[in-house]
């Protein structure tokens, strides 16, 4: 019988479409050989000793992709070529790995400015160079007009990590950490496409030099993008087959995040971030830990504790308990 199913806006906005189509097309692509970790941000290959690259970072290489389509391509606090570079030096470093180098290509819209086109590779230099992690490799295409809208980009990027910080580590008796205020880069785009006032710019920021502060003492580490913080909770829990509870008091958001969730009906839980990571970290050591990542963020904060049991849920201020579901329905589309 022929399958006439289509593709669906949906199964892009990272809540259960997501998954589902995601997980369908692991199924066709078996066989990962020698690599571990591929349901993970990165895929690990254990170097064998002696390696050449032991004093890189360690012996275990980390290899991650991602395509990026953004609407608008540029925004209070960055542009696509900012996320692009960002987005992929995260999915490293949220895995304990050290960037070491990174492959950019571009699809391009016959038609597209120059001077645009020049501003987002300039970005992406800006990143590279304060970073020190090079664009080694890549790919140009230009489409006729009307084939894509305006620029797509897709970064892949290699990184050498001698412990692997994977998001099934989570252990009952864990604090949650986040390193930040969180969504505000769903803020920033959501306010340029449908012209709100706001001071609020995107958190789009690499975050290697954030994490590998203090990842010795991660047991489990995401960064929250598509889906938002609903969505990377839900799998670390799922993953780890613990329960995560949250604390309201605690949740990392700012006011205008919360009002322009409320004015556009969108859950704040599945607001998209850029440059911030959730983490777990055992309880012994989750002061400290804050107390470093303040130095970057002053927002940094335990929000919450793991426990025996699964799912996500929220103790609200009047003690009473919400179950935090993965997003479902159509999410922001083209945010990241």
Same mark, same amino acid.
């Given at each position: 019988m022929k399958n006439n199913k289509i593709i669906e806006l949906e199964?892009?906005?990272?809540?259960?479409?997501?998954? @589902?189509? #995601?997980?369908?097309?692991?199924?066709?692509?078996? +066989?990962?050989?020698k690599w571990e970790?591929?349901? $993970?941000?990165?895929? #690990?290959?254990?170097?064998?000793?002696?390696?050449p690259y032991k004093g890189e970072g360690g012996n275990k290489l980390v290899f991650t992709t991602d395509a990026f389509i953004v609407d608008p391509l540029f925004f209070p606090g960055g542009d696509i070529g900012?996320?692009?570079?960002?987005?992929?030096?995260n999915d490293l470093s949220v895995m304990g790995a050290k960037p070491i180098g990174l492959s950019l290509s571009i699809v391009i819209e016959e038609g597209?400015?120059?001077? $645009?086109?020049?501003?987002?590779?300039?970005?992406?230099? %800006?990143?590279?160079?304060?970073?020190?992690v090079p664009i080694v490799t890549g790919d140009t295409k230009v489409t006729e007009k009307g084939k894509i809208d305006k620029i797509e980009i897709t970064t892949s990027g290699v990184g050498l990590a001698s412990k692997i910080i994977s998001n $099934?580590?989570?252990?009952?008796?864990?604090?949650?950490?986040?390193?930040?205020?969180?969504?505000?880069? *769903?803020?920033?785009?959501?306010?340029?496409?449908?012209?709100?006032?706001?001071k609020i710019k995107s958190d789009c920021q690499p975050l290697i030099a954030e994490i590998q502060s203090v990842a010795k003492y991660l047991t489990s580490c995401k960064?929250?993008?598509? +889906? +938002?913080?609903?969505?990377?909770?839900?799998?670390? *829990? @799922? =993953?780890? %087959?613990? =329960?995560?509870?949250? $604390?309201?008091?605690?949740?990392?958001? =700012?006011?205008?995040?919360?009002?322009?969730?409320?004015?556009?009906?969108?859950?704040?839980f599945s607001f998209p971030s850029e440059g911030r990571f959730v983490a777990t970290v *055992? %309880? %012994?050591?989750?002061?400290?830990?804050?107390?470093?990542?303040?130095?970057?963020?002053?927002?940094?904060?335990i929000i919450g504790e793991v426990q025996n049991g699964k799912e996500v849920w929220l103790k609200t201020k009047i003690g009473a308990v919400k179950k935090i579901e993965v997003p479902r329905g159509k999410l922001i589309p083209r945010i990241c």
């Open positions: 199964m892009g906005g990272g809540g259960k479409k997501s998954e @589902e189509l #995601v997980g369908n097309i692991r199924n066709i692509l078996k +066989g990962q050989g970790n591929t349901k $993970d941000d990165g895929a #690990v290959y254990l170097i064998p000793n002696p390696s900012k996320i692009a570079i960002c987005g992929t030096l597209f400015l120059e001077s $645009d086109l020049k501003k987002i590779i300039n970005s992406i230099q %800006k990143i590279s160079k304060s970073t020190g $099934d580590g989570a252990k009952a008796g864990n604090d949650i950490i986040v390193s930040g205020d969180l969504g505000e880069h *769903a803020v920033a785009l959501l306010a340029k496409r449908f012209n709100y006032q706001t960064d929250p993008t598509r +889906g +938002g913080m609903a969505a990377v909770l839900n799998e670390m *829990a @799922e =993953k780890s %087959k613990t =329960k995560f509870v949250l $604390d309201e008091k605690n949740l990392p958001f =700012k006011k205008e995040t919360l009002a322009i969730s409320e004015l556009l009906g969108i859950d704040f *055992a %309880k %012994k050591d989750s002061k400290k830990v804050i107390k470093i990542l303040k130095k970057y963020n002053k927002s940094a904060r």
